[in-house]
């Protein structure tokens, strides 16, 4: 199936691979390298927030600006910026330094954002869309996956080879400069996808007609980055301190987790066809909340992990279809403000709540964000099937149909 897809769509989706395999990498063991270092967790939590306020400042004024400059050009930029986020922290890892690379890190997570979504709309068309979107989740989880399995050996590997203390700052610091190398690699594949002319300008006027949709997309991000914000930052620490994890099952934990996202991401446009996208990501999401409490509160490795697996796996299942029917509600040239509009409310939420979770965390441990996070996740669901949701033979005949602007 990936070989029906054009030339570009093939190159973005083996960046997508790469950057997804470095990435899970440096994911699992950055916020243990500054654990390491000795920062705790409330300036871990800053650290978080700050990629996610800079995508809430600029994500918008972006946005509408994308297709204008051209998404290619949007998202090498982004590139770079976030290569250069990845490297200071091993070069330069004092205080200063580091709230420099997340303030970096986040202005090129909002280039790349921005544009990402709807360059690989530009990619394929119909029924295709749908394939590529899930092929592009679907397959990047998975390198993530392997990115998670082989990184959870890499410190072991590491410490052995260079003779150096299992589980020390310099250890983490090493595999965090290999998956910069990395992500290096990663940007060649963008280069060769083919330019496409720039789009019409686009102002906060032309998204004027698609208000109501806009705000239903607005607040249902927003819950759900604040809940998402207050736990998922801090995976990596809730195992190693509520169950002394090694690094190798912690890097275990996170490639079964991207497993599950990965096939469910390859498999769920085929199951959208029969019950409808929103209707696939409200039954998903909906499924997931009780198992954050398994994940949060049994004194059982096994059936946290077991918990964590589940509810991870079913809220992000339907996530490309939710994409994509975002994307196919406005005509083309208004992708990017939408997409954008998505950015600002889910960040801004991660934002908020990574950083009051950092403090939470220090005071209260992880116990009063889990139920938090099922209230927030709960409201977002109700929303989404309340606002967004519509008959499955509606959605098959309109989905070609973008609404105008």
Not at 158 to 170: D, K, T, V
Not at 178 to 194: D, E
Not at 243 to 258: E, K, Q, W
């Amino acid at each position: 199936m990936v070989s029906s897809l054009s030339s570009g769509a093939r190159f973005f989706l083996l960046s997508s691979v790469l950057g997804s395999f470095a990435g899970s990498i440096n994911g699992l063991y950055f916020n243990l390298y500054l654990k390491a270092l000795g920062y705790g967790q409330d300036f871990i939590g800053v650290l978080s927030s700050i990629p996610a306020f800079v995508v809430t400042a600029l994500a918008l004024a972006l946005g509408l600006v994308a297709g204008r400059v051209g998404y290619k050009r949007l998202i090498l930029s982004g590139m770079l910026f976030q290569a250069v986020a990845w490297i200071i922290p091993a070069l330069f890892p004092v205080r200063s330094w580091l709230l420099t690379a997340a303030f970096v890190g986040g202005l090129g997570g909002t280039l790349g954002g921005v544009a990402g979504g709807p360059l690989l709309s530009e990619l394929a068309e119909g029924r295709a869309r749908e394939r590529l979107f899930g092929f592009q989740s679907g397959l990047s989880v998975l390198a993530g996956m392997t990115g998670s399995a082989l990184g959870g050996l890499l410190p072991a590997f590491l410490s052995a080879r260079f003779s150096l203390q299992p589980g020390s700052a310099e250890v983490y610091k090493l595999v965090i400069i290999l998956s910069f190398a990395i992500f290096l690699i990663s940007i060649i594949p963008v280069l060769a996808i083919p330019n496409r002319g720039p789009q019409n300008s686009v102002t906060l006027r032309h998204l004027l007609p698609h208000r109501r949709f806009i705000w239903a997309l607005a607040g249902i991000n927003g819950l759900i980055g604040i809940g998402a914000g207050l736990v998922i930052p801090f995976v990596n620490l809730f195992f190693k301190l509520r169950f002394a994890v090694p690094d190798h099952t912690l890097g275990l934990i996170f490639a079964l987790n991207s497993l599950l996202i990965g096939v469910g991401n390859i498999l769920s446009p085929f199951v959208a066809r029969r019950v409808g996208r929103i209707r696939l990501v409200v039954l998903c999401q909906a499924l997931s909340l009780p198992f954050f409490f398994l994940w949060g509160y049994t004194p059982i490795l096994s059936l946290s992990v077991l918990g964590y697996l589940l509810r991870t796996s079913l809220m992000n299942l339907a996530g490309p279809m939710f994409s994509v029917e975002v994307l196919e509600q406005v005509s083309p040239e208004l992708r990017g403000g939408v997409n954008a509009v998505s950015m600002v409310f889910w960040n801004g939420g991660w934002a908020l709540g990574s950083l009051i979770s950092g403090f939470v965390q220090v005071r209260h441990g992880f116990s009063p964000l889990f139920p938090v996070t099922v209230l927030l996740y709960s409201l977002a669901i109700y929303w989404t099937k309340r606002a967004l949701e519509k008959p499955a033979e509606i959605e098959s005949q309109s989905a070609d149909r973008p609404i105008g602007p």
